[in-house]
């Protein structure tokens, strides 16, 4: 049976782990979006479009790399104070209010590296619709048109999804702090 010191360090290393995956998940979906673009109609005619290209989603990228790493270090910690059955992570109260204030630092990050990634795939996906729209019909219906719409949508996606994910990442970490100032509170 658990004990009751170590149901919030219990909870709070179940948090990082979900969190760890989140921001990996966001990773794996900012680096796999890609998409290649081959038409006549466009000038250049073919292209690559991905992350690199995107200064939004490399900030992602950085942040949640940046971020798993920061919540690797945090797992140890969590799981030693489990095993000594200590209700502070660190064991000591000051040592607790730095850790939290770093999850803050790390909590705003997340949610800023989310915004720009919602922010940016929202204002591509709205730019992309609006040229798409001005085209005449005999264009929109050419095979090559609707291939590099549903590709710049997929890419749009993947975007989405990742910024998503980091999201609710970032929810994990809030949900830490919060345990951790009870932690000290009590």
């Known amino acids: 049976m658990v004990s009751s010191k170590a149901v919030l360090p219990s909870v709070v ?31 250049g005619g073919n292209f690559t479009l991905s992350f690199k290209d995107v200064y939004s989603y490399r900030y992602v990228l950085g942040i949640a790399a940046v971020g798993c790493a920061y919540t690797l270090l945090h797992i140890p910690l969590a799981a030693i104070t489990i095993a000594t059955r200590k209700r502070l992570i660190g064991g000591k109260a000051n040592v607790a209010l730095f850790l939290i204030c770093a999850d803050l630092v790390f909590a705003i990050a997340f949610a800023t590296g989310a915004g720009a990634c919602f922010g940016v795939s929202y204002d591509l996906k709205r730019y992309t619709d609006e040229v798409h729209d001005t085209l005449d019909s005999a264009t929109k219906a050419r095979s090559d048109i609707i291939e590099i719409y549903h590709d710049l949508d997929r890419f749009y996606v993947h975007g989405y999804a990742a910024a998503s994910l980091m999201l609710a990442a970032a929810k994990c970490i809030a949900v830490v702090i919060v345990i951790s100032v009870y932690a000290i509170v009590k």
């Open 13 to 43: 290393l179940v948090l990082r782990l979900l969190a760890l995956g989140l921001l990996a998940g966001s990773i794996a979906l900012i680096v796999t979006d890609k998409v290649k673009v081959n038409s006549v109609f466009l000038v």
